[in-house]
């Protein structure tokens, strides 16, 4: 089965680390996707620009109302997302536990559908 990994950091937070502490997080980042890939779960993934260049887009009152920026009123964004392959939501849980966000922000953890509908795909 599939599960995404919804990776949410502190966007304010990281911006005040030390270019030390950024350095040691983004290897950390690198060595849990190396890990993930020699472990044949790795089905994708990639980092997201900051919430401040997101745009939302939503219909109210049959008006199409956009909104720039981090839509979500939490002091915390989606940075990444990454999509593994693994039997159940135990073993899904386990390689979360791993990943480097859990000590400065968290991991959501979302089974896919694996119907093909989002996105008409």
């Known amino acids: 089965m599939q599960y995404m990994l919804l990776l949410h950091i502190d966007e304010?937070?990281?911006?005040?680390?030390s270019p030390e502490e950024i350095a040691i997080?983004?290897?950390?980042y690198k060595?849990?996707?190396a890990v993930l890939t020699e472990a044949g779960v790795f089905r994708?993934?990639?980092r997201l620009q900051w919430g401040p260049t997101a745009t939302n887009?939503?219909?109210m009152n049959k008006k199409?109302?956009?909104?720039?920026?981090?839509?979500?009123e939490t002091k915390e964004q989606l940075a990444g997302f990454?999509?593994?392959?693994?039997p159940d939501l135990a073993t899904a849980l386990e390689w979360a536990a791993k990943c480097p966000v859990v000590d400065h922000g968290h991991v959501e953890v979302r089974p896919l559908w694996g119907d093909g509908?989002?996105?008409g795909a």
């Open 31 to 33: 060595n849990f996707g």
């Open 57 to 59: 887009l939503k219909r």
């Open 44 to 46: 994708g993934g990639q």
């Open 64 to 72: 199409l109302v956009r909104t720039d920026g981090p839509f979500t």
């Open 117 to 119: 509908h989002a996105c």
């Open 12 to 17: 304010e937070a990281r911006n005040q680390a």
């Open 25 to 28: 997080r983004e290897e950390g």
């Open 82 to 86: 990454c999509v593994i392959e693994v």
